[in-house]
């Protein structure tokens, strides 16, 4: 063998051991990486094979009415949900051509029995041979969910709610608009994938806005814990910061000297724009990671992370605009539902959940969700301030049309600008405000009022039929 030739066969020999070790080590990778997610993927037919061979548990809400279940024969199960629409965003779908979404997604290994939740069902099933998902319960009250949803749905915009327990966390009700049907998702998947006004997104979780001056709540807190700075005021109907000029709803109006108490409940631009840059970005910042701003937020279902970009780079105009909910703020309804029920529990905010229990399909007790504090955002004395600040906001403020006779709200209205030109209306709340079982947050899309007219009273309708129906343990 001549040397020419012994260099081509080495040339040969080591790339073909290139190739060999680069495809061991891709195998590696993928085994140890990303075997598990490919496994897991919606789309996976392999999976759906597998699947099939098990009846999917029942999903059931907190007064044990079943929104979703599957029927058949093994191998040909079929799903399907009482409540196809109002249950959208959160049990979504579970279908061969589309995949999963929703809580059928997050939890299809408690569904199908596998994995970790893996429970021996009883005798006769056993003997039977039928495998049997678990069962989830769910803390949604159908009523509240169905009222939600209908009233929702008169505001005709692109709009979403959440109402939750502030002392649990239990989500009562969560809806948003626009949505879809799940029993019909394949024949309306063209259609639903094309439009612009996205009615798969959950904008309760995956929506970002600024919160406008529902912000304010937070910015209070600042004011609260920094007895430092003068509470007090001159407002002149506009307050210029760094040659930007920052005006209140009605600009010709002049309050003179005011307090924390009027600012608040009057919802004035001037007062916080001074007093958040009084306070700082690391301060005010410091106030907003302690409610879960710029953090990941446990969840049932995939939670964008609300963000307040506090960064070193931020100067007063940006502080000032994002100290009223604008500027660099960005927050998802569910992040301000438990804003407002940080308040209401007296600065304790709890973990939101869903799924209260996973039971197998004979009804044992799997795994059981134990209420769980989040976040300790600040002492009681300051929560104790602010809820008079939020009382007074329906009682004497702009929030007045949240007012109900017999059951005493608290507040706050927020009207955001945004890109689209039109307002975000927002409000805030919980009730009853002496004990509060409920807490809520509403945020109406593109809106030609305000904050107080539009969202307040959709509000107070909700938290009215949710201190009437729902049944808090």
Excluded at 4 to 11: A, F, M, Q
Aim: aromatic share 10%.
């Amino acid at each position: 063998m001549n040397p020419k030739e012994h260099r081509r066969i080495l040339v040969l020999l080591s790339g073909l051991t290139f190739l060999s070790l680069s495809l061991i080590l891709y195998l590696t990778y993928f085994m140890f990486f990303q075997a598990d997610a490919v496994k897991k993927h919606s789309a996976n037919r392999r999976s759906w094979i597998e699947e099939a061979k098990i009846q999917r548990g029942i999903i059931r809400d907190r007064n044990a009415d079943v929104i979703a279940y599957s029927k058949g024969e093994e191998r040909d199960y079929r799903r399907f949900y009482n409540y196809p629409r109002i249950y959208s965003h959160i049990v979504g779908y579970a279908n061969p051509s589309l995949g999963k979404g929703g809580l059928e997604l997050s939890y299809n290994d408690q569904l199908l029995n596998k994995g970790s939740f893996v429970h021996f069902n009883s005798l006769k099933n056993f003997l039977n041979n039928k495998k049997l998902g678990n069962n989830l319960n769910l803390t949604i009250d159908t009523n509240l969910q169905n009222y939600t949803h209908q009233v929702l749905e008169e505001t005709d915009r692109k709009c979403a709610a959440v109402i939750l327990n502030p002392k649990t966390g239990e989500i009562y009700s969560m809806v948003s608009l626009p949505d879809f049907d799940a029993s019909t998702i394949v024949e309306d998947w063209s259609d639903i994938s094309s439009r612009a006004d996205g009615p798969l997104v959950n904008r309760v979780t995956q929506g970002l806005y600024p919160p406008g001056s529902t912000f304010k709540i937070l910015t209070s807190v600042g004011l609260l814990e920094n007895p430092n700075i003068d509470q007090t005021y001159i407002d002149e109907g506009t307050q210029t910061i760094n040659g930007r000029v920052f005006k209140n709803a009605v600009p010709d109006r002049k309050y003179g000297k005011i307090n924390l108490r009027t600012a608040f409940s009057q919802s004035l631009n001037t007062y916080f724009v001074s007093k958040g840059v009084e306070l700082g970005s690391n301060t005010l910042g410091n106030v907003a990671d302690r409610f879960m701003f710029n953090k990941t937020i446990d969840f049932d279902l995939p939670v964008k992370k609300s963000v307040f970009n506090y960064s070193s780079s931020l100067d007063d105009t940006q502080l000032a605009a994002s100290s009223i909910g604008q500027g660099k703020v960005l927050a998802t309804p569910l992040e301000m539902a438990l804003v407002s029920a940080a308040i209401a529990n007296d600065g304790k905010m709890m973990e939101p959940y869903l799924v209260a229990e996973v039971e197998s399909a004979d009804g044992v007790s799997i795994d059981k969700h134990e209420p769980k504090v989040l976040s300790e955002v600040t002492k009681k004395e300051v929560t104790d301030q602010v809820k008079e600040l939020m009382i007074d906001v329906v009682r004497n403020g702009n929030g007045s049309r949240a007012y109900s006779k017999g059951l005493k709200i608290a507040g706050k209205t927020g009207t955001a600008e945004n890109s689209s030109g039109k307002d975000h209306a927002w409000f805030v709340g919980f009730a009853p405000a002496s004990d509060p079982k409920f807490a809520i947050a509403v945020i109406v899309e593109q809106t030609e009022g305000y904050g107080g007219t539009v969202a307040a009273p959709i509000a107070r309708d909700l938290l009215r039929y949710a201190n009437k129906h729902v049944i808090v343990n």
